[in-house]
Nanobody, 125 residues
C-alpha cells in the first residue's frame, strides 16, 4: 500500500478557490491511478475525480466538472485537486486514494486500496 497525506484544506467563501495536495510516500505512486473522494457529515463517501498513471485520462463527478481539475506530479509523488468557484455543497472531508490499477480512473471506492486521512474543506455562503 501507499501512504498518503492530504493538505491544503481550509475555510473559504463561496466562489473562492482552494488547491488540495496529496503526498505519497512510495515510488509506487507512479504506476497507480489516483483519485479524490469526499464525505460530508451524514453522507456516504462520494467520488470527485480520478486520473490514470500519466494523467492521460481523467474523469469527474458531474457536480464538479468544469470547476475542479485533478492533476499529478509523478516526479515528486504528488496529486493535486484545484477547486474553483466553490459552493457550500462542496463542504466535506476530502480524501485522496490510490488504486492497484494503472489505467482505470474508476469512480467507486472499492477500486482503491490506499487512502489518506483526509483534509477538511468548508465553504461559507
Amino acid at each position: 500500500q501507499v501512504q498518503l497525506v492530504e493538505s491544503g484544506g481550509g475555510l473559504v467563501q463561496a466562489g473562492g478557490s482552494l488547491k488540495l495536495s496529496c503526498a505519497a510516500s512510495e515510488r509506487t505512486f507512479t504506476p497507480r491511478s489516483m483519485a479524490w473522494f469526499r464525505q460530508a457529515p451524514g453522507n456516504e463517501r462520494e467520488f470527485v475525480a480520478a486520473l490514470t498513471k500519466f494523467g492521460g485520462y481523467t474523469s469527474y463527478a458531474g457536480t464538479v466538472k468544469g470547476r475542479f481539475t485533478i492533476s499529478r506530479d509523478n516526479a515528486n509523488n504528488l496529486l493535486y485537486l484545484q477547486m474553483n468557484n466553490l459552493k457550500p455543497e462542496d463542504t466535506a472531508v476530502y480524501y485522496c486514494a490510490a488504486s492497484r490499477s494503472s489505467y482505470s480512473a474508476a469512480s467507486t471506492p472499492e477500486s482503491y486500496d490506499s487512502w489518506g486521512q483526509g483534509t477538511q474543506v468548508t465553504i461559507s455562503s
